[in-house]
C-alpha cells in the first residue's frame, strides 16, 4: 500500500497560516471594548434614543443626553412627522415611514443626522410595556391643569384637575387620549407625551434602589426591546436613574409645517443646521455645568426687536427657547434703527453672557450693574439676566459681521 507523504516545506507554510489566523482572532477579540463601557470610562455624554411604539408604528422618539459626571441630562423630542428627503424612496416624506420596528437603523440613522450626533444605544417600548414600567415603579406623579371628562364607552377618559399620581392604565389613557372635536384641547398630544416621559425619569430615580431586586430586574429586561444584552440594558437604567431630575428640559425640534402629498410634514428651521446647533450647545451645557461657579440655573431673557421688521423680535424669541433660554418677554425696542444688535448683560457671570453671544454671533455685549434686581422674591420690577436688542445687522438667525 502506497504511504501518503506531505512535503515539509508545505506543512510549514501551513503551520504558519493557523498560528497567523488564530493570532488575529484572539487580537480581534482581544481588541473588541463594550461600547457602553467605554462612554462612561472616559466621561462621554449617553446617548439613548427611546421609540414609543403602537401597533408597531412609532408614536413618540425622544433622544437622552445624558453627562453622568454632572449627573445631568437634557432629552429632545424628535417629531414623527419631520420632513425630509428620504433617498431610499427617492421622495420627500415623513421621518416616521423608515420605522420598522425596534431594529430600524434606517430611522435612527436619520435621527443621527438631523442632529448631528452619534446614537449608539436604541431602547423601543410598546404602550402596554409602557404601561407595566409605570405600574413596576408604583405609578407616576404629574400635573393636570383642567379635569379631563370622556364618557367615550371604548376608552373613558376621566382625571380630575392638579397633580395626581396615575397607575399605567391611566397614565397611557391621559398621554394618547383624543378628544371630541367639539371640545377645545386643553394640552396637546405631544406635550402630554413630554411629561409621561419626564414623568417616568423622575420616578424611576425615586425607585432607583428597585433596579437592584433582581426580580424587577427581569421584568424591566423583558419590557424593553433593544439590541443590548441584559447587563447593559440594566446598567443605562441604573444611569439614568441617577440624573438630576430637578435640572433636565424636554425640548422639541422645532420647524415649519407644510403640507405635502396629503400629509403634514414638519421641515426642520435652517435645513436642520438649527437643530445641530442647539444640540451642540446643549452638550456643552451638560458638560460645563461641573466646572467653575457658574450657577445651576436656566438664563432669563428679553427680546427687543430694534429694526422696523415685524415678528422679529417672536421669531428669535423661539429660537433662544430652543437653546433652553427662558424668555421672560419679547416686544419692539425704544426705537427701530438700531444698527448693531447688542446684548445687554445683568449677570454676573461673563462666561453666560459670552455664551449668549455666540449662539448668536453678537460681538457687542454691555454690561449693566443692576443690584437692585437680582432677587426676584424681593423685586416686583425684576429684569431678565440679558436683553438682546436686535438690530439691523441681525439676519433672524445670527449677527451678520
Known sequence: MKRLSFDSSFMLLLLIVVILISGGVGIYLFSRTDPLEEILSDEKVLNVLLNLEQDRKVIGSYVILYYPPTRRAAVFDVPIETGLIIKSLNRVDRIDTLYKGSESTEYTKEIENLLGLRIPFTVTLTLDHLEKLVDLVDGISLFIPEPLEQYNPQKPVLLPSGFVKLDGSKAIAYATYTLDKDTAEIESDTLRKQKLIQSLLTRLNEKRGLLKNPAAQNILTSLIT??????????????????????????????????????????????????????????????????????????TVEVLNGTPTIGLARNTAELLKGFGYDVLSYGNADRSDYEKTQIISRSKYPEVAQALGSVLKCKVIITENDTESQNLSQDMNYKADFTLIIGKDFNGRYVIN
Do not use: H, W
Request: glycine share 10%; aromatic share 8%; no cysteine.
Open 226 to 299: 433593544t439590541r443590548l444584552n441584559t447587563e447593559s440594558t440594566l446598567r443605562i437604567f441604573r444611569e439614568l436613574t441617577n440624573l438630576d431630575v430637578q435640572k433636565f428640559t424636554i425640548q422639541r425640534i422645532g420647524g415649519n409645517v407644510k403640507q405635502v402629498s396629503g400629509k403634514k410634514l414638519l421641515f426642520p428651521f435652517y435645513d436642520g443646521v438649527l437643530a445641530q446647533e442647539i444640540v451642540k450647545q446643549t452638550i456643552s451645557g451638560l458638560v460645563r455645568q461641573g466646572e467653575g461657579e457658574i450657577p445651576d440655573r436656566v438664563f
